[in-house]
């Protein structure tokens, strides 16, 4: 070859080359779909896997690879999931349990979400400035006016002084009877940054779903969306509270520790007036002086008109609701309802709930969801962009918005059939499948992520029908109902089919859960253990004082402990296995003197974990875990000093993490609820981890997603993330 045909080439091999790097730099985004399955088991789903049962999720570990998940410790739904999104163990993150103690005092408040108040407008000041700037305007609005028609001034200042003065009289009013000094709000008090906030401030495209710990809802800019999980409120602003009207006086709150709100119907008549509760009057009810509230006419709560009308020849029941009419029969359920709350004439709010009709005879049972926030007039912001819960609602009409969707309160204290939790869970489920399906097929993403709640429900309420050692196994029950969590399972693998046949073929897929699943047989209630091992004193006899979810928010003086004689007092326990030490100096009544910190806990750690159920012979403690052993860093003032993990079979009792106590230390749990996570041993109770392209991990932990996905796009990681990339 000569010389000149070489230079003729040079071009052409310019391209080339430029073509070959420019492949071999390629900065075009992957994408990346990730379906969360909440509390789905690897040993159950390894079991499935075996068994031929989940086909599609066969097919995703030939592909590519299953394995287990490591979930935090302790192993609780936002505990995880905060872990996952922010690349921070618990203690970095801040979210460590369900519960935490309030700094100064021994009340309990939720971990991830606050409450704040701000002044409405001008707050006690309305009355003042609110007239003052409508007289403003309106003087100067009037008097223009009049000038511009020619009228004098001398009459233009008369009439603009006398229309405005009247005006804003008026206006003084209004703003002294109907608007609030201050109004709530809610907070996030989740620490670090979402790893897809991360991405979309690089231009990263994110569409989330339902991870909790995203109430209230990050900001994303302009390449964000999400619809907020599991931390979303009811109405009422509790994690839930659905309410059972029923003929069956026998039905009784007492043995209700979920708060089921419980309406009586006379059972001699066939129609009944009564009442659908919605928020609490946070805007004008002031709780320390109830009289005044009383004489003023102003409740406490805020509810609406229910009228139930049955007709016994068909065995339907009309509901009528704010001039909504709609007749259910037995098995079906309603319409959404859509209910307006006036705290006054003119502030009201709107929320959604459905009625299922359970039975008619013996009882009527009739069942309302608890009464959700409106996703298109949102009393709180549940989307980023707000308006985006809006546009779904557009797109596949109303839909749940709590976080907690599927009703487990019912069940769990005989308050509800397995029927209607079934329904209401598959109904969810399929709900929310629709949701993913129409958001995931718009292509306006680079990644997506959609989380489902259903797999960790079945599980919680149905296992003791797999589980013949339960201390309420039914077998008549579990012919009938025991493949409900398998059709859990089994639902699962269907929604991850549909997404596999609809994604691109260079598509990154994972499936993940945020931990595993344990049978909940016997319960151990820490304050009664602390109390038999000399650790917490009572003031009197607190033996069977048990308590209902209701409870756990009183202020009976400082604390949810009034038996308690703190000035004795070593230690207490406090939500999901977690135990403070009252040293002095810290609690409010502290009597562990700060050279004894150390002796006390390793004091009780040795003898909890030696501690035998006399019942079984086996140890309820796994281990006592100190917070200097499980996180890296952590707020001193909240995080308790000791964490108890149980056994495979024990939980902490619901009285424990209540502030009920009762007799023995450890009990049967006789409630429908039957399996855990929250305070087992993460060891024990490991998630699944599924993709369609090979890891360089295995096993893979819930922290290592940060990592991981800005690996996948390429993107520095920022400091004090922990984990590593699995790619």
Known sequence: ???????????????????????????????????????????????????GKLPNLAKLEREGIFTNMIPTNPPQTPVSWASFMTGLDPGGSGVFDFLKRVPGTYLPDYVVMGEGTKKFLFGKRNPVFIPLISFLFFFIAIFVLLKVFRAKTSYSLILALVFSLAISISVLYFALNFLPEKSPYPINNMKGEPFFKYLTSKGIRAKVFHIPDTFP????????????????????????????????????????????RIVYLDKERSSWETDILGPRNKLFYDPSNPVKMREKGIKRDITVPLRIELNPSTKRIRLIVQERIQEIGIGEWSDWFEF?????????????AKFYLESIEPEIMLHLTPVNIHPRVPIFPISYPPKFSREIADLIGLYKTIGWRTDTWSISTFLGSEEYFISDMFATANMEEEMMMKMLN????????????????????????????NPIYNQSLAEKYGDTILRAYQKMDEIVGKVMEVMDKDTILMVISDHGFAPFRRGINLNVWLRENGFLVEKGSAKDRLRNLEDLWGTEGRTIFPYVDWSRTKAFSLGLGGIYINLKGREPEGSVEPEDYERVKD???????????????????????KREELYREFDEEIVPDLRAATNYGYRVSWQSTLGGMNEEIVQDNDKNWSA??????????NGIFFSNVKIKKNPVNILDFYKSICKLYNLAVPEKIQGESIF
């Open 603 to 625: 004091e009780i750690a040795r003898k909890m974990e030696s501690f035998v159920d006399p019942v079984t012979g086996e140890r309820p403690v796994f281990r006592v875990y």
């Open 340 to 352: 307006e709350f006036p705290f006054n004439r003119f502030i009201k709010v709107k929320g959604i």
């Open 1 to 51: 070859m000569n010389i000149l045909s070489i230079k003729n080439k040079i071009p052409f091999l310019l391209f080339l080359l430029l073509a070959i790097s420019s492949f071999l730099t390629s900065s075009e985004k992957p994408k990346v779909i990730i379906l969360g399955f909440d509390g789905a088991d690897f040993q159950l789903t390894s079991q499935f896997l075996k068994e």
């Open 676 to 685: 855990d996570h929250c305070t087992m041993e993460p060891s024990q109770i």
């Open 217 to 260: 809802p990050p900001e994303l800019g302009s390449a964000g969306k999400l619809l907020a999980g599991l931390g979303v409120p009811d109405m009422r602003g509790t994690i839930g509270y659905p309410a059972l009207y029923t003929t069956n006086k026998e039905l009784f709150s007492a043995s209700n520790e979920f708060s089921v």
């Open 442 to 469: 718009q292509k306006d993403w680079d990644i997506f992520i959609f989380v489902y709640m259903f797999t960790d429900r079945a599980q919680h309420v149905m296992w003791r029908l797999i589980d013949p050692k």
